[in-house]
């Protein structure tokens, strides 16, 4: 299967301060990347559509100004949390799908951010 | 708008089988994946039913039925690994997003 690589793995903040999250698509050239957040012991919630080369997509209820997606390349997919803060504390995935057959979609091990 | 339903606690035993069924509601119904997740890992893609019927993935099966807007997971042989959270999750057409259920915490026995 595809591998997804993401940098950082987790990541400590202070309130106030924007933190950016690197997604890659290792082997795969993705024209389409998704970007999740889950909270502890809940669901996976699609936050918006990063589509290289043009504007990402993002879910109802997701601030666009304050998680600004850019998906300069096939290979890279950037999310930054602008003026972080507690609430945003979270375990962010990005993902994308191959386009076989199986809709299967590969996900990166993911980041969990930490604003104090 | 769009749900998905699917039970929040499983507990089986080891070697045991167990059945997790999602119903869904949504538009732009394209098909229907399991992911598996454990703690603090990523999820994990098991099985994908894009018509009605059964696919089988070793241990694993999925079913689907379009009518019914309901699918299950089916884990034979239970082992200790198995012990995880599972989504059920609906791929849209329209950009092809893939919209998460709450997921089913499954706790396997000895």
């Known amino acids: 299967g595809a591998v997804v690589s993401q940098h950082p793995s987790w990541v400590i903040c202070k309130s106030g301060t924007s933190v950016k999250i690197e997604c890659r698509s290792l082997d795969f050239q993705a024209t389409t990347m998704f970007w999740y957040r889950q909270f502890p012991k809940q669901s996976l919630m699609l936050m918006a559509t990063s589509n290289e080369g043009s504007k990402a997509t993002y879910e109802q209820g997701v601030e666009k100004d304050k998680f600004l997606i850019n998906h300069a390349s096939l290979t890279l997919s950037t999310l930054t949390v602008t003026s972080a803060h507690p609430e945003d504390s979270s375990f962010y995935i990005c993902?994308?799908?191959?386009?076989?057959?199986?809709?299967?979609?590969?996900f990166g091990p993911g980041t969990r951010l930490t604003v104090l | 708008g769009q749900s998905l339903e699917q039970p929040s606690e499983v507990t089986a035993v080891e070697g045991a089988i167990v059945q997790i069924n999602c119903t869904y509601q949504t538009s732009g119904f394209y098909g229907l994946s399991w992911y598996q997740q454990h703690d603090g890992g990523a999820p994990t893609f098991l099985s994908y039913?894009?018509?009605?019927g059964l696919e089988e993935t070793g241990r694993f099966s999925s079913f689907l039925s379009r009518s019914d807007s309901y699918g299950y997971l089916l884990l034979q042989e239970l082992q200790m690994k198995d012990s995880a959270s599972y989504f059920c999750a609906v791929k849209r057409t329209g950009g092809f997003k893939t919209i998460f259920g709450a997921g089913t915490r499954l706790f396997v026995k000895a």
């Open positions: 993902s994308h799908s191959t386009g076989t057959k199986y809709n299967e979609q590969f």
């Open positions: 039913n894009g018509l009605d």
